[in-house]
DNA sequence: CCGCGAGCATAACGACCGTCATGTGAATGG
DNA sequence: CCATTCACATGACGGTCGTTATGCTCGCGG
C-alpha cells in the first residue's frame, strides 16, 4: 500500500466550489471556467466527483451541512431571555449586510427545486430543518405542537418572500418595514 | 410592396414558447429543442426575435401581460363583500390544481432574478404589480395607505414563501394549514 | 399577373460542453 | 528504497450550443 487518501481535500474543494458559485450561480455552471477559478484543470472536479450531476449533489449536500452548522449557531431563546422577532431582526441583518451573496445562490437553488429542475432531498431537508428550529423555539414557549409547526410554516415562508421580494426591487423601506411587522408577530408568539 | 407582416406571429409563438418552458424550464434552454417542440427550425425563433437574450426578455415581457391579465381578472373585494382571505384561498386552490406547471416556472424565473441571473424590469415589474393589487383592496377597505403597502407586502412574501415550500417539500398538509393561518389574517384585515 | 418581401428550412461555422484515456511526479507504507 | 497509489495536467473525443449565409416558397400589393 501507498499514499493514503487525503480526506480534507474534498471538503476544502467543496468549500472553494460554494464560494465560486455564490458569485457565479449555479444554473449555468461550467466546468471549465470553475476549474480555472480554482486554479485547477477540470480533471480534478471530475476525479473527486464522478461528473457534473454528482458534483452539484456534493455541493448541495455540503450546503445543508453549512446551514445546519448557522441554525446551531443561532441563539434559542428558551421560556427566559429574547424573541423570536429579535431572531428575525438579527438574522435579515446579517444576511442582507455580510452574506448577501449566498442569501441569493440559496434562493437561485430554491426556486430551481421548487421548479422541480434541482433533484435529491438536500433542498426539502433544509427546509425542514429551518422550519423544526422555529418550531422547536415555539414549543419552548407553551405553544402548542400543531400551531408551532403551522406558525413556524409561516413565518419562513413569510422570511423567505420578504428576501425574494428584496433581492428583486430592491426596495429596503417598503421590504423592511414588512419584515418589523413580520418580526412583531413573531415576538407576539413567544412572549 | 409585397407581402405584409402578420402581427399575430410573434404573439402565436410567445404562447407556444411558453407553453414549452412551463414543462421545460428556463434555465437550461436550448433552442433546437425549443424549435422542434414548435414544429419549426431555430431560425424561426432567431428570426422572430433578435436571438436568445432578446427571446427571453420577449417571454418575460409576455409573460408579466399574461400575468396582468389575471390580477385584472381577479374579485376585487370592495368594502361590501367577501374578504381577502377569500381570494387567497381562491388563488392557492387553482394554482395547486390548474396551474402548477406555470407556478413552477414563475418560481423558477423568480429565483434567477433574485439571484440577479435574469436583468430586465419585468420580473420586479410582477412583484410591484401585485402588490399593488393587495394593497389597493386593502386601502378599499379603509387601510392607511403605508399599513395597506406593508401587509400588501407581507401577504404576497408569505404567499410565495408556502408555494416554495409546497413545490419542494410537497407537504400539502402542513403547508395548507398555514395557508389556512394567512388566509384567516388576511380577512381580518377587510373586516 | 408579376415581382417582392415575409416566413421559413437547411446546413454550416466556430465555440464550448462534459467526459475520459494517458502520462507524470510526488508521497508513503512495507 | 521501492512498489504502489494518489493527485493532477494534458489533450482529445463526440456532441451541442447560438448564430448566420444562402436559397426556396408562397401570398399579397401594384
Known amino acids: 500500500m501507498a499514499r493514503p487518501r487525503d480526506p480534507q481535500r474534498r471538503t ?4 472553494a466550489i460554494l464560494a465560486y458559485l455564490t458569485e457565479h450561480g449555479i444554473a449555468g455552471l461550467s ?21 457534473k450531476d454528482e458534483l452539484i449533489s456534493a455541493v448541495l449536500a ?14 434559542r431563546p428558551g421560556e427566559t ?25 440559496l434562493h437561485e437553488i430554491e426556486g430551481l427545486s421548487a421548479a422541480g429542475r434541482l433533484t435529491g432531498p438536500y433542498v ?11 418550531a422547536e423555539v415555539l414549543r419552548a414557549h407553551g405553544v402548542p405542537a400543531d400551531v408551532a409547526l403551522r406558525n413556524a410554516t409561516l413565518l419562513n415562508a413569510a ?6 421580494d428584496y433581492l ?5 423601506e417598503r421590504v423592511e418595514a414588512a419584515l418589523g411587522a413580520l418580526a412583531d408577530t413573531a415576538d407576539s408568539w413567544t412572549r
Not at 12 to 15: K, V
Not at 31 to 51: C, D, E, I, M, N
Request: glycine share 10%.
Open 12 to 15: 476544502e474543494l467543496l468549500d
Open 31 to 51: 466546468l471549465r471556467p470553475l476549474a480555472k477559478a480554482l486554479g485547477h484543470s477540470t480533471y480534478v472536479l471530475t476525479h473527486h466527483f464522478a461528473g
Open 62 to 75: 455540503h450546503l445543508d451541512r453549512r446551514q445546519q452548522e448557522r441554525l446551531a449557531a443561532l441563539p
Open 81 to 105: 431571555g429574547g424573541g423570536l422577532g429579535d431572531v428575525v431582526r438579527a438574522s435579515w441583518a446579517w444576511h442582507i449586510t455580510e452574506d448577501l451573496p449566498m442569501v441569493r445562490l
Open 124 to 134: 426539502p431537508r433544509m427546509l425542514g430543518e429551518r422550519a423544526e428550529y422555529v
Open 159 to 164: 422570511y423567505t418572500g420578504l428576501q425574494i
Open 168 to 172: 428583486t426591487t430592491g426596495d429596503t
